[in-house]
């Protein structure tokens, strides 16, 4: 730094208060005070404005760094400042030379951190960088939680307020990583310091050299204001001396520029690979999610289906919104967690910020607090004052600068985070605005539901009482039991269609989209289920004029037995084993399908409609020398007596049976033949037989027959073996 002792004296009037309002930051945020005023009267506004400073209270040191928080890039534009015109100057710059002021500024520098000041966020940088990139995933997983899609069903105010929470969370994100690039530069000379403990890298010397220049430069524009502001009131020789100073100052501001410029091109294309590793990581990080700053590739926000389809649908439909909206809640509740722990996290991140940021500003206090050596000097002995009043004020300046350039990258780094807590707030906020408007919309629905639900169980209700009091008024007032039957499957049936009715629309009531799966369904089912359907379509041939009906005696594929139950898919038949005359219950009931009617090879025999009796025969073998004719003549009148106690019974359902199919048949009457068979004579009676008393009949038909043998000697003498008595018909 030069010194010029032809201007020294005019220097004594710079003081420490002159230099900070001189700062950069302080001339832009109130150029009317200072930049418009002659230097004249520079030094009673310097007064005035030390007394004010006084009256309120307020240090200028602490008013120095307050602006300089508020202007957080002002100190990249002090590398340049603006170009003095030549009433400024007072025509001190040569026609043919631009002022210095013009010249290629210089790239930013990161300055280290006073340890004194900055041992909180000093005190282990291995682990805050840790704990930087774990906020930045943290706050990375965040977003993408309140990004993915939480809500399906709902009001058109729930996209409200997920775009409100998006947008929230990106901007948490993005302040997130705002202040870990502002740390990252924050941290850099400290990094880059552990990197290397034993020997500087290339990239550290570099950075180093680039501060020298940077203070240097700084140092120079400080003596060319001073110089310039001297060449404004200067008279005489003065004038001369101040020039050349000006010209010697504004020579080397150059220099030192070319040499900032040729750092800053050395460094250009090993930058990327000079960057400390934080800042990489953070790069990489932010790499991740482009979507976060580029709206063109972020999700669109998904459509929401309107709660009024839901109000009015059936209980499926509201079940499943239902559960919905309790998945939307559970999401919710979620994120209102992870909001609570990331403001924890930024808290805790914020915390040596902040108190590195107060030791800042209570240096900068004590700073102005504390008087200059030059001041120091002046009080002492004013005749050495002179001397080093230019030094003392270029090194005011500088700590002032380096203060203030430290503050300013304090709360670049500090004030997204206090940002991002404020948005963390608001999104807080919202997730519970939001999270009321579903737990509305949940009660809501879940009334519905409970209502729907009680209807239909009190619509089944209601019916199931009706079939109980239909089968009992049945069962009561019903005697015929066939009718009763035929009663009672009319309320199964109607009782089915209303409960089916019921429930259809009850749980179901978007039929629209069934419409469009129809042919498939009916397709599948036709091919899928040909045997159901093959016997759903025999049932109506079993119930038809000539089907089977419950009590009906039937034979098919070899088992005889009594129907008891015919359904629409199968019907079932109580096997009855027939020895000889006599038929028993077995006990097991044989179980048929319905297609069993289709099969070509399996027939189906059953009794007549409307009568109840079966054909018997007695078989007596015969001597053909005996007079067998007489024998067989007396047998037959036998059984015609048996036959008497019943006849009357059959002949009435005889003539039922007539009346059922319209047309004359021959009654039934016992009916005899002789025939030879098995080298003899057989006499051959058939008689008609009640179906549910034949063993008791053939029981008293056996009685008599053998009490014919055993009194009538000519009986006797034909018979050759005792009667055997049978069914006509298996």
Request: charged share 20%; net charge positive; aromatic share 6%.
């Amino acid at each position: 730094m030069l010194s010029h002792p032809s201007a020294s004296a005019p220097l004594q009037r710079t003081t420490c208060l002159e230099t900070v309002c001189c700062t950069p930051v302080y001339s832009a945020v109130f150029p009317f005070l200072w930049h418009d005023r002659n230097d004249q009267s520079r030094g009673g506004f310097i007064r005035l404005h030390r007394s004010l400073l006084r009256r309120v209270g307020l240090p200028a040191g602490t008013a120095l760094l307050m602006v300089a928080s508020l202007l957080p890039g002002e100190i990249c534009r002090a590398q340049s400042p603006r170009s003095i015109s030549s009433h400024e100057t007072g025509g001190a710059f040569p026609k043919d030379r631009p002022p210095s002021s013009q010249a290629a500024p210089v790239a930013p520098v990161p300055v280290p951190l006073d340890p004194s000041i900055a041992s909180p966020l000093l005190r282990d940088p291995a682990a805050r960088n840790q704990e930087i990139l774990r906020h930045l995933n943290a706050v990375l997983r965040y977003w993408r939680q309140a990004e993915s899609p939480m809500q399906k069903v709902g009001e058109p105010s729930d996209l409200i307020y997920r775009n409100q929470v998006v947008d929230d969370a990106a901007n948490i994100a993005m302040g997130a990583f705002q202040s870990a690039q502002a740390e990252a530069l924050l941290l850099q000379p400290y990094e880059q310091q552990s990197a290397s403990s034993a020997e500087p890298s290339r990239m550290q010397r570099i950075q180093a050299l680039r501060m020298e220049v940077a203070q240097r430069v700084t140092s120079l524009k400080l003596q060319e204001s001073i110089l310039l502001r001297q060449s404004a009131v200067a008279r005489g020789p003065q004038v001369q001396k101040i020039q050349q100073a000006l010209q010697q100052v504004q020579g080397e501001m150059e220099l030192n520029n070319a040499i900032a410029d040729a750092l800053v091109r050395l460094t250009k294309d090993s930058r990327t690979k000079g960057v400390t590793a934080l800042e990489s990581q953070v790069k990489q990080v932010e790499a991740t999610a482009p979507d976060l700053t580029n709206l063109k590739i972020r999700l669109a926000a998904p459509t929401l289906e309107s709660l009024s389809s839901a109000r009015d649908g059936g209980v499926i439909t509201k079940a499943q919104v239902l559960f919905s909206l309790l998945n939307t809640r559970s999401s919710l509740d979620r994120l209102l967690d992870t909001t609570g722990d990331l403001r924890q996290q930024v808290t805790e991140l914020r915390q040596p910020l902040i108190l590195t940021l107060r030791a800042t500003v209570a240096r900068g206090e004590q700073m102005v607090k504390t008087p200059s050596p030059s001041e120091a000097a002046a009080a002492a002995k004013p005749s050495r004052a002179k001397s080093g009043s230019l030094n003392d004020t270029a090194n005011v300046r500088k700590q002032y600068d380096d203060l203030t350039h430290n503050f300013q990258s304090i709360v670049a780094a500090s004030v997204p985070l206090s940002n991002e807590l404020l948005e963390l707030d608001q999104m807080q906020a919202a997730l519970q605005s939001w999270r009321a408007s579903v737990d509305e919309e949940y009660r809501e629905i879940l009334t519905s539901l409970l209502t729907r639900v009680a209807v239909i169980a009190a619509a089944l209700i209601l019916i199931f009482v009706l079939g109980t009091i239909w089968r009992r008024i049945t069962a009561r007032y019903v005697t015929d039991l066939r009718r009763r039957r035929q009663w009672t499957v009319l309320r199964r049936l109607i009782m089915g269609f209303l409960t089916g009715i019921i429930l259809i629309f009850g749980f179901v009531t978007q039929f629209s989209s069934l419409a469009t799966f129809a042919g498939f369904i009916t397709a599948g089912l036709a091919v899928g289920l040909q045997t159901i359907l093959l016997s759903l379509a025999a049932y109506f041939f079993i119930i038809g004029r000539y089907g089977v009906r419950v009590g009906d005696r039937i034979t098919i594929a070899n088992v005889t037995g009594d129907v008891i139950e015919v359904g629409l898919l199968r019907f079932y038949v109580l096997e009855v084993a027939s020895n000889g005359s006599l038929s028993e219950a077995t006990g097991r009931i044989a179980i048929f399908s319905n297609a069993i009617l289709f099969q070509a090879l399996t027939p189906l025999y059953k009794q007549l409609p409307g009568t109840e009796y079966t054909w018997h025969q007695v078989i007596v073998k015969l001597a053909s020398d005996k007079d067998y004719r007489t024998a067989a003549q007396r047998m037959i009148e036998c059984v015609q007596q048996i036959y008497e106690t019943y006849r009357t019974h059959v002949e009435h359902q005889h003539r039922a049976m007539e009346n059922w199919m319209d047309m004359p048949l021959d009654p039934p009457h016992v009916q005899s033949s002789i025939q030879l068979l098995d080298g003899g004579l057989q006499l051959w009676i058939r008689y008609p037989a009640a179906l549910r008393r034949a063993a008791a009949e053939d029981q008293k038909l056996s009685e008599a027959l053998l009490q014919l043998i055993a009194s009538d000697e000519t009986v006797r003498a034909a018979v050759v073996n005792p009667p055997v008595i049978q069914a006509s018909t298996k």
